[in-house]
């Protein structure tokens, strides 16, 4: 059997308004490059042939395209206008991907994603037709209920991460739906198909840059990454 086609679509939507600065937060520096460098980077270094499709809001393309010059970055990739949420972003993204394949959508803040943690969540996809990254809690969880809060048993649950694998007839048949208010990912997109969701493991490196000091975290990453 053919191999199918594997795609990334990296959706960078972010501003800087979490972070306190006026650069989005995808073109913040991390180890004298922008985090969205280092996020393509990952990928491609998973697979060479993977097609990238990077997402991202249309007033930043041309800001992207100066950020690419000066930096001298030559991995190929499509850059494709986002839309005004995240659903319609990948909506957008989607548009890129052309008959049947392997779509894994990530964050583009999400630098450190490992490529085994890829790997392993574009073979799942390919077995189960769709596969979520995500960890154990670390900390106690506590519900909010009406008469206050109470602890829930954290074995019970994971924090998702990105990426996020489906097969491309999954995801697309997923996002023709219209939006809807508790679509907060991908995976509650296409479980509203129906579809069963498979987890796969990922990794507490794998963060999401948001605030100043996740960025703390991602300079030493980056550091140690350098060093090894």
Known sequence: MAQL????????????????????????????????????????????AIRLI?????????TWRELCRKHTFKLFHMTVPGGATRFGSVKNGLDAVMGEGLVAVHDGVRPFVETETIKAAFEAAEQQGSAVVAVSPKDSIRELTESGSRAVPRAKYKLVQTPQCFRASILRKAYEQPEQEHFTDDASVVESTGEKITLVEGSYRNIKITTPEDLILAEAFASQDLQG
């Open 54 to 62: 990077v997402v991202l809001p249309q007033e930043q393309l041309n």
């Open 5 to 48: 086609p594997q795609y990334a679509i990296i959706v960078a939507g972010g501003s800087g308004s979490r972070m306190q600065r006026d650069t989005p937060k995808q073109f913040l520096e991390v180890a004298g490059k922008p985090v969205l460098m280092h996020t393509i980077e990952r990928f491609y270094k998973y697979n060479p």
